[in-house]
Structures are given as structure tokens and as C-alpha cells.
């Protein structure tokens, strides 16, 4: 069978839900055997969200190749419970650095270069390329929404693709939104009849339109924007707002969405296996007693910059039967006069990664009070380094100790920056341990990491072999790694060479642990991550701070 292409477009307005409504389409295909896919293409003209201000994108998520992606990435690795990579994600500076790097070495032979054809062939050879590995559906998410000036490439390129690969191999789904209007006690359809009218006006006629709504749409709202719209009477589907992310697929199920698909794809007629998403469903409805757990950032104020943090606690929650009830704080704000106000009531504390030095005292501040007040506590990526220079300020008595990315003249750097090393993906594992002058690269990606027995960390993940993604520059100094073991710190992970500290902790505690990876990135539903599961376990052991 030729792969498949579903094709998922948005009207009306930006956070209707294309990325969780393409991710469950995935996630039901995927319970019907099939093989599936996903990509994402993003109009914005950075070359990829590596450099974009989280309070304006959102969390950048990472993949094991090394890839900054979209944060939909993290939904289409949660729900389809696979890996995703470089080539499921594509950004408009992303093609068109590719054009214009063919054309300064002369590939289009002196011809001008223009949106169509060079552009438009560049995005259609990056679809392509997400389903080179025999793959039966491959679901690709257009960002933004349509009337966007420059989402206009993307659309001209997937309305060329049809043409190509011929109309039984290609789906056009159009999600869109179909508000109630309390005041007159109506849904109105023409925000969808317009944004229809939009798509058909650069030649794409939408097979499958998703209404998102805040009600069920009855069978008359459905047909009436069958008729205007220009679609199959069953074509049309509400996407209801639901209490959690996890009951879409079982919403689009028991709308008969996969269904329909199927039936215009001339898909396998099979009955999908729901049963890990009803578990799902049934758990996050019967969740057990509430713990509660701070996040502790400086990104606070968009809830998105912790996305992946956030989902991996509430998989946590669902495998612990707990109820995982959310603070967000903004370290900012922490002063050593409201820290126990400003935790109080707590059973858990979570310092996500960053860059920067704002808000990093306050997060220093929380990790101490955690500390000696034994809240179990959780350190990720600049967590774990405020953790180690906490420790090294009020057990070690080095009042001046500092991260080098804070204070490049601490005369404690406990965490400073390294030469560059060179990827173990190709197979040149060369780490050095010395102290760089300047520069520094990111490690990025999958690392491997060995795990010390004995150890919370081998508790967690019953293994002494793992690897896990990484996004930083900064590293643990290991000059002080013998001090600190002395003051009962342990480094219960690290590098196969032994260069590099990947996690730490403290015996005489009910749960302190720090990781220099980012673990969030490859929890999901079915699998919490140990290291969260182990986390909100131990907080729900525990009596409330405060």
C-alpha cells in the first residue's frame, strides 16, 4: 500500500488544537495496526524554536537526534508512543535556507528562484521525506492558521501534492471553530463557513471538517455546514472541549472520526485496540487523593514553556493513582522572608531547566528550603546545577559559589563550561573535562548515562544503563565532586567516561534528586517516566509543607 498523506489545516484562530487533534487521529490509526507518522511544518522563519523566547513559543522541545522542535512534537511522541526526529519538523526558515543554499552553489543552474516552483518543491520534498521507511499514513500538521500570509507556500504545496500523488492518497482535514454564543443561546457556523471559503480560495477543498466547540453540535449544525462547506453530511465532527488531553482519541473515536477516514483512505478495515486509552480515560476519572507539587520557574506566567513537564506529571499521577494538583511559582518572586509562604502547603517541589540568571536565586532559595525541610525535590537541567550550588554554598560553606553562566569570575565555578565534545551518534565519543575559556557547544539530544547501584536513580529505572535527552551548555565542575561527596552528596549518574555528572542526590533524605538531562521528554501516558513516577510517589508520602 503508497503511503497515505492526511493533511491538517486550521481557521479562525491560533490554540484550537491541531497538534492534539493530529496526534489522536495518529494514536487511532496506530490502535488499528497501521504504521503512522507525523510532521509538523511551522511558517515562522526561524530555522527552527532553538532561539525563540518561551514566553512567546513555548517549551522547545528535544528530540534523540538532537532536533529543537515545536512543542507538538512532544504531543505526537506521547500519544503515538514512538520516537520522532529531525525530519518531523520542518520551519519556513528551514526551507528556505535550503533554497538559498542550492541556489549560492548553483543547483538551479542560473534560473530564478521563486516561491513556486523552488519554494513549493522544497516543502514537498520535506513531506516526502517523513515516509521513506514503508509507512501506511503519514499525518502532517500545517502551523498557524489559514490566511496567513506566510503559511501560503505551505498550503500551495500540499494542494500540489493531490495532483501528484492522486486524490485516493490524499486527505485534507480542516479543524476549526463553531463558538456558543451564550447570550443568544446559539451556535454560529459562518467563523467555519469563511475559513472554508478561505481554503477553497487557494484551491483545497477540505474532505474532513473538526468543529471545535464547547458543546456536543447536533445533527442539524452538522449538516448545515456540510452544505455550506461543501462536504459529506457524516464528514463533520465536533471536537468538544474535554477535561484532560488524554479522552481526545476516545472523543474522535466515539465520533467515528477513524472511521470515516478509513472509509475515504480505503485504509484496512479494522477495529482498533482502545484498550490503553480507556485505561487512560478511566484512570484520569478515578484519580485517587491529591498531591500537591510546585514547579518552581521563570517562565510561569505561559503555562506552555513547561508543557512537557506538566503532561509528565500528570502520567505520573495516573501511574501512582494520584491526583497531581499543580502550583506554578515564579522564582522571581522568592525572597528568603516568603519562601515558607510561597511553599507552603506543598508536598513536592520541581525547579525546571532555563537559561539565564533571572529568577535563579529564588529557585536556589526553594531548593534549600526543600533541603531542610526534607519536600522531596526534583532538580532538572539549571535545577540540578542550583541544587549543586546551593549545596556547595550553605553545607560546603562556599558562600561564593556560582555557575559560571551567573558569575564568570566565581572563584567556586561548581558549574562551568566545557570544551567541546564531539556526538557518540557518530561514533566519536571524545569528551574533555577541561574548563573552555570561551564558546562551548550545546549538548543536544540522547546521551548515555550509568547509573550507580544503590542508588534513588537506579531505584527508579532498575537499570544501570540509560539514555536521555539534553539541552545546555553548562556542566558540573568535577574538581569539587570530592568535597562534595564528603558532605554526603552522590553522583549517581554520569558519562561512560566519567566526565560528565547526569544526576545527583542526597541520602539523608526522603527524595532529593537532580538530573542534568531532561527527562520530561520521553514520558507519556502509557509510560511515566521513573524518575517523575518516583518523584510524585515520594511526595505523596509525604505531610504537607508549610
Request: with cysteine; aromatic share 8%.
Amino acid at each position: 500500500m503508497k503511503t497515505k498523506f492526511i493533511f491538517v489545516t486550521g481557521g479562525v484562530l491560533s490554540s484550537l488544537g491541531k497538534g492534539l487533534a493530529a496526534a489522536s487521529i495518529g494514536a487511532l490509526l496506530k490502535a488499528r495496526g497501521l504504521k503512522v507518522t507525523i510532521q509538523k511544518l511551522d511558517p515562522y522563519i526561524n530555522v527552527d524554536p532553538g532561539t525563540m523566547n518561551p514566553f512567546q513559543h513555548g517549551e522547545v522541545y528535544v528530540t534523540d537526534d538532537g532536533a529543537e522542535t515545536d512543542l507538538d512534537l512532544g504531543h505526537y511522541e506521547r500519544y503515538l508512543d514512538q520516537p520522532m526526529g529531525q525530519i518531523n519538523n520542518f520551519t519556513s526558515g528551514r526551507i528556505y535556507h535550503s533554497v538559498i543554499t542550492k541556489e549560492r552553489r548553483g543547483d538551479y543552474l542560473g534560473g530564478t528562484v521563486q516561491v513556486i516552483p523552488h519554494v513549493t518543491d522544497e516543502i514537498k520534498d520535506a513531506i516526502k521525506s517523513v515516509a521513506q521507511n514503508g509507512e501506511d499514513v503519514a499525518i502532517i500538521e500545517i502551523g498557524g492558521t489559514v490566511g496567513d500570509i506566510e503559511g501560503l507556500p505551505f498550503l500551495e504545496a500540499i494542494r500540489q501534492l493531490r495532483g501528484e500523488l492522486g486524490k485516493e492518497n490524499v486527505l485534507y482535514i480542516h479543524l476549526t471553530l463553531v463558538p456558543y454564543i451564550k447570550a443568544a443561546g446559539e451556535l454560529k457556523t459562518k467563523p467555519t463557513q469563511h475559513s472554508v471559503k478561505e481554503l477553497r480560495s487557494i484551491g483545497i477543498q477540505a474532505d474532513i471538517i473538526l468543529c471545535r466547540s464547547e458543546v456536543d453540535l447536533d445533527q442539524d449544525i452538522k449538516s448545515k455546514i456540510a452544505l455550506f462547506c461543501n462536504v459529506d453530511r457524516d464528514a463533520v465532527f465536533t471536537a468538544k472541549d474535554v477535561k484532560s488531553i488524554y479522552e481526545v482519541p476516545m472523543a474522535f473515536y466515539e465520533e467515528g472520526i477513524d472511521q470515516k477516514i478509513a472509509i475515504m483512505l480505503k485504509l484496512p478495515a479494522k477495529n482498533p485496540n482502545l484498550q490503553k486509552w480507556e485505561d487512560i480515560v478511566l484512570r484520569l476519572h478515578n484519580p485517587g487523593p491529591k498531591v500537591n507539587i510546585a514547579i518552581v520557574g521563570k517562565y510561569v506566567d505561559l503555562k506552555e514553556s513547561y508543557k512537557s513537564l506538566h503532561e509528565s506529571l500528570v502520567h505520573a499521577g495516573l501511574e501512582n493513582q494520584r491526583e497531581v494538583v499543580l502550583r506554578y511559582v515564579n522564582s522571581d518572586g522568592i525572597t528568603p522572608e516568603n519562601v515558607a509562604d510561597q511553599l507552603a502547603g506543598l508536598q513536592g517541589v520541581l525547579v525546571p531547566g532555563g537559561f539565564g540568571s533571572r529568577g535563579v536565586e529564588g529557585k536556589i532559595l526553594t531548593i534549600r528550603y526543600a533541603r531542610e525541610n526534607k519536600i522531596p525535590f526534583f532538580g532538572i537541567c539549571l535545577g540540578m546545577q542550583c541544587a549543586v550550588i546551593e549545596y556547595a554554598r550553605n553545607v560546603l560553606g562556599l558562600d561564593l559559589a556560582n555557575s559560571q553562566e551567573f558569575d564568570p569570575v566565581t572563584p567556586h565555578p561548581v558549574i562551568y563550561l566545557i570544551k567541546e565534545w564531539f556526538d557518540f551518534r557518530n561514533n566519536v565519543l571524545q569528551k574533555r573535562c577541561e574548563k573552555s575559556e570561551k564558546g562551548g557547544t550545546m549538548r543536544l539530544g540522547a546521551y548515555p548515562c550509568v547509573i550507580k547501584p544503590d542508588t534513588r536513580a537506579f531505584e527508579a529505572y532498575q537499570t544501570d544503563h540509560i539514555m536521555e535527552r539534553h539541552r545546555h551548555r553548562y556542566e558540573f565542575n568535577k574538581e569539587y565532586a570530592s568535597r562534595l561527596e564528603e558532605h554526603g552528596m552522590v553522583f549517581s549518574g554520569q558519562s561512560p567516561d566519567e566526565c560528565l555528572v547526569e544526576i545527583i542526590e542526597l541520602k539523608d533524605h526522603p527524595w532529593f534528586l537532580g538530573c542534568q538531562f531532561h527527562p520530561e521528554f520521553k514520558s507519556n501516558p502509557m509510560h511515566a517516566h521513573p524518575l517523575f513516577r518516583e518523584f510524585v510517589r515520594a511526595s505523596s508520602l509525604t505531610g504537607k509543607a508549610g
